[in-house]
Antibody, heavy 117, light 106 residues
Framework: QVQLVESGGGLVKPGGSLTLSCAAS????????MSWIRQAPGKGLEWVSY????????KHADSVKGRVTISRDYVKNSQYLQMNSLRAEDTAVYYC??????????WGQGTTVTVSS | EIVMTQSPATLSVSPGARATLSCRAS??????LAWYQQKPGQAPSLLIY???TRATGIPARFSGSGSGTEFTLTISSLQSEDFAVYFC?????????FGQGTKMEI
């Protein structure tokens, strides 16, 4: 079945770095764009980053621009979100999602990032 | 960026009743709007895209309407499993933006 599984979350100190992974299965990974979305504790949803099916195009929210890199590995059928200079306000559950031209039809279960000293 | 505003923040309804949720965009998003349902401790799941098209496997009691700046999600007869938080999202322009959510409670 179509599935996305995130990993890589954890506790990190302010200013630290973390790389999140999202393993895709059950569909042709090369055919789809992907996005990352986050949800701070008790809050709503915030789109974070986007990468096109062929990796030629990426987009980032202003809140993370310059601090994150999104990438894909077509051998491992995975996408990644490398996050640097982490701040307390980056604390959230991070979801990866399949992006069908803007709407997000498949979501992973999420991985939790906590930025705290 | 396009600001999405949902109302009401909380909607108290009885099982079997009809529920109407609203979503307003700060500028036109055409029909590039999606609705998601999120249950406690779970990831969001897609209900509606292109303002009115039900996603695969979504029951017919869920319907979406609207275009431009005003959108509505209607649940015709609430089932127990429908009590959740609902988010709208525009994808007409970068960045994608979500409404703050409507919590549906019994």
């Amino acid at each position: 079945q179509v599935q996305l599984v995130e990993s890589g979350g954890g506790l990190v100190k302010p200013g630290g770095s973390l790389t999140l992974s999202c393993a895709a299965s059950g569909f042709t990974f090369t055919d789809y764009s992907m996005s990352w979305i986050r949800q701070a504790p008790g809050k709503g949803l915030e789109w974070v980053s986007y990468i096109s099916s062929g990796s030629s195009r990426t987009k980032h929210a202003d809140s993370v621009k310059g601090r994150v890199t999104i990438s894909r590995d077509y051998v491992k059928n995975s996408q990644y979100l490398q996050m640097n200079s982490l701040r307390a306000e980056d604390t959230a559950v991070y979801y990866c999602a399949r992006d069908l031209g803007g709407y997000l039809d498949v979501w992973g279960q999420g991985t939790t990032v906590t930025v705290s000293s | 960026e396009i600001v999405m505003t949902q109302s009401p923040a909380t909607l108290s309804v009885s099982p079997g009743a009809r529920a109407t949720l609203s979503c307003r965009a700060s500028q036109s998003v055409s029909t590039n709007l999606a609705w998601y349902q999120q249950k406690p401790g779970q990831a969001p799941s897609l209900l509606i895209y292109r303002a009115s098209t039900r996603a695969t496997g979504i029951p017919a009691r869920f319907s979406g309407s609207g275009s431009g700046t005003e959108f509505t999600l209607t649940i015709s007869s609430l089932q127990s499993e429908d009590f959740a938080v609902y988010f709208c999202q525009q994808y007409n322009d970068w960045p994608y933006t979500f409404g703050q959510g409507t919590k549906m409670e019994i």
